[in-house]
């Protein structure tokens, strides 16, 4: 796409400059038509070096427009001052914000949020125009619900790929658990072996029960016929 190309353009030269130029970049890429993600450009260490500069206000701008809206603007007010065309692209920038946190924008809303008086509810059209009016808004119905039916089915097979890692994580605990308790019971048993085999009293109780000059019991053998 032609903004991912000027995107990428702005970024080869960020790699290249420094200072000022830099500067001067980032208020281009800022105003440039079409250009609405900047996370690229703030990633390039040259431009992470004007935090600590004499050009950090470039990159507070560049930090505002990658992240912020216009009332974040109104408070660098006396520090940044935008041009005309990156007023547009803020504004722009702040509904586009707006609906990603909801999918009902109200004028009321927008006209907080940008800080206008007064929003045109309608105009009057040509009868000829009816028409296109009519497929534009259709298409834009579809590619809505098509979009939120994706969010729906992305968000569906989330929660099934959770609940099956909580299952596998269960059974893998229960399991975990039941081995530690074999394992423990095996090891007394065997500290219990261990101790008989070594206390000495045991012997004597043994040779008590033998008895003294008593010779334990032959064992039983099958013989042969000749």
């Given at each position: 796409m032609e903004s991912e190309a000027q995107l990428e353009q702005f970024c080869l030269l960020a790699k290249s400059t420094k200072g000022r130029a830099i500067a001067d970049l980032i208020q281009r890429a800022t105003s440039q038509p079409g250009i609405f993600t900047f996370g690229e450009l703030l990633d390039i260490p040259s431009v992470k070096e004007?935090?600590?500069?004499?050009?950090?206000t470039a990159y507070q701008l560049l930090q505002l427009f990658a992240y912020g809206i216009w009332k974040d603007y109104r408070g660098f007010q006396g520090k940044i001052s935008?041009?005309?065309q990156q007023e547009l692209k803020l504004k722009l920038l702040t509904v586009a914000s707006m609906a990603g946190q909801s999918r009902m924008l109200s004028y009321q809303d927008l006209m907080q949020q940008l800080e206008i008086s007064?929003?045109?509810?309608?105009r009057d059209v040509r009868p000829d125009?009816?028409?296109?009016?009519?497929?534009?808004?259709?298409?834009?119905?579809?590619?809505?619900?098509?979009m939120i039916q994706t969010i729906e089915t992305n968000n569906?097979?989330?929660?099934?790929?959770?609940?099956?890692?909580?299952?596998?994580?269960a059974e893998h605990e229960s399991k975990l658990e039941d081995l530690q308790k074999k394992l423990k019971t095996e090891s007394d048993a065997g500290s219990r072996d261990a101790m008989m085999l070594d206390d000495?009293?045991?012997?004597?109780?043994?040779?008590?029960?033998?008895?003294?000059?008593?010779?334990?019991?032959?064992?039983?053998?099958?013989?042969?016929r000749r």
């Amino acid at each position: 796409m032609e903004s991912e190309a000027q995107l990428e353009q702005f970024c080869l030269l960020a790699k290249s400059t420094k200072g000022r130029a830099i500067a001067d970049l980032i208020q281009r890429a800022t105003s440039q038509p079409g250009i609405f993600t900047f996370g690229e450009l703030l990633d390039i260490p040259s431009v992470k070096e004007l935090q600590s500069s004499e050009h950090s206000t470039a990159y507070q701008l560049l930090q505002l427009f990658a992240y912020g809206i216009w009332k974040d603007y109104r408070g660098f007010q006396g520090k940044i001052s935008l041009n005309g065309q990156q007023e547009l692209k803020l504004k722009l920038l702040t509904v586009a914000s707006m609906a990603g946190q909801s999918r009902m924008l109200s004028y009321q809303d927008l006209m907080q949020q940008l800080e206008i008086s007064s929003l045109p509810l309608g105009r009057d059209v040509r009868p000829d125009q009816l028409g296109d009016i009519k497929a534009a808004l259709q298409k834009w119905l579809t590619s809505t619900n098509t979009m939120i039916q994706t969010i729906e089915t992305n968000n569906r097979q989330s929660q099934a790929s959770a609940a099956e890692a909580a299952k596998a994580k269960a059974e893998h605990e229960s399991k975990l658990e039941d081995l530690q308790k074999k394992l423990k019971t095996e090891s007394d048993a065997g500290s219990r072996d261990a101790m008989m085999l070594d206390d000495p009293t045991m012997d004597i109780m043994e040779e008590d029960r033998i008895g003294p000059g008593s010779l334990p019991a032959p064992s039983t053998r099958s013989k042969r016929r000749r």
